[in-house]
């Protein structure tokens, strides 16, 4: 399958661009792979955050306590 990608520019301030670089030196990666990896977990986190936001904010949805999750899940001693 092809990958189509697309280019981005950003500013960085200067400690976190030597950061950056640095950490591109020590773990032999280039300074795009650490941000394409470092976007794709922050996008990850974000989509779960914004679920986690809409659950709790839904009046329908069910809360289920910690013990009643234990008797579901037959952990309970």
Known sequence: ???????????LPDDMAD????LSETIDRSK???IKK???????DYSDYL?????L???NDRVVSSEEMRVL?????
């Open 51 to 55: 679920i986690a936001q809409e659950r």
């Open 57 to 59: 904010n839904d009046k």
């Open 73 to 77: 899940l037959g952990l309970r001693d």
């Open 38 to 44: 470092a976007l794709q977990a922050y996008l990850e």
């Open 1 to 11: 399958m092809i990958e189509i990608s697309t280019s981005v520019s950003i500013r």
């Open 19 to 22: 950061s950056l670089k640095s």
């Open 32 to 34: 795009a792979y650490i």
